[in-house]
């Protein structure tokens, strides 16, 4: 186990390293587009020419133009994400669905922000190269703390979502946990190889990838007002973001490929 952590942890710090080494501004236009064709990226979303993004990682976070994700204004939650939309549905006695047959307990993902969790819904949405990488708000309604709670860095992609037991749980995470009209949401990023570094615009403080970290919160006095489609997190490379509600949602949305903004539940 203690290996497993230090090579995956030492193996993405490598990679971040390479991520945000500067190109040279004369190379960036051909890189970067050759990296969308192997991707699979869509660049007439982009905010900026490329040329704008000084290292890989900036590109790979990048901005979308402004309307590109229209939101769904009749429904309470929206997808936070670009992605597939891998499970969804109730849970019961503090377990979580992760995949067909596998559960994890939501005490231990969500550490001690899981009080009252023991039942709701829970959603989760797979993020790949070609996504954008930015997490948004998927409700209206009030940022209460961030939680960092650091793990080991899985992939969780197939197959190992549906063999590596508690993955979920055992990976990094930041825990933003909101509070809505009708209950409390947690809107966890979950680390994976080669995405060690997540970051939030809520916090300066809250960065995750620091080597001996522990877990560590920080709670807003007041808490940050966000509606649907403010940004959260970013991730520096593609993971998978959990939604986790003490309350039950009826969900609208299917399996399969989702865009940031469209309706989830209500």
């Keep these: 186990m203690w290996c497993s952590y230090f090579i995956t942890r030492l193996t993405s710090k490598v990679i971040r390293g390479i991520c945000t080494c500067p190109v040279p501004r004369v190379f960036r236009q051909s890189l ?3 990296a969308a064709g192997i991707f699979g990226m869509n660049l007439a979303e982009a905010q900026h020419e490329l040329p704008h993004y000084p290292t890989f990682d900036a590109f790979f976070t990048r901005e979308l133009k402004h ?17 597939q939309l891998t499970s969804f549905g109730s849970f019961t006695d503090g377990k979580l669905i992760q995949a067909k047959g596998v559960f994890y307990p939501v005490g231990l993902f969500l550490g001690a922000e899981s009080v009252d969790f023991t039942s709701g819904s829970v ?3 797979y ?7 930015r997490v948004f708000s998927p409700a209206d309604g009030e940022v209460e703390s961030i939680t960092i709670i650091p793990g080991a860095l899985v992939p969780v992609r197939e197959p ?16 933003i946990m909101m509070k809505t009209s009708q209950g409390r949401l947690a809107v966890v990023m979950v680390g994976a190889l ?8 809520l916090s300066s403080k809250m960065v995750t990838h620091q080597w001996g970290q522990k877990t560590r919160t920080v709670s807003f006095e007041s808490p940050k007002k966000v509606s649907k489609g403010d940004l959260l997190g970013i991730f520096h490379m593609g993971s998978t973001v959990v939604l986790v509600s ?14 940031m903004g469209t309706s989830l539940a209500e």
């Design 246 to 259: 003490d309350y039950e949602l009826k969900f609208l949305a299917k399996s399969g490929p989702i865009m």
């Design 32 to 34: 970067w587009t050759r």
């Design 67 to 83: 309307g590109s994700r229209p939101i769904d204004s009749t429904v309470s939650l929206v997808s936070p994400a670009d992605g």
């Design 127 to 133: 993020l790949s190269p070609k996504d954008c990488h």
């Design 123 to 125: 959603a989760t949405i």
């Design 194 to 201: 080669n995405v060690g570094t997540m970051t939030t615009p």
């Design 160 to 175: 190992y979502v549906s063999t590596v037991p508690e993955l979920f749980g055992r990976n990094e995470r930041m825990v």
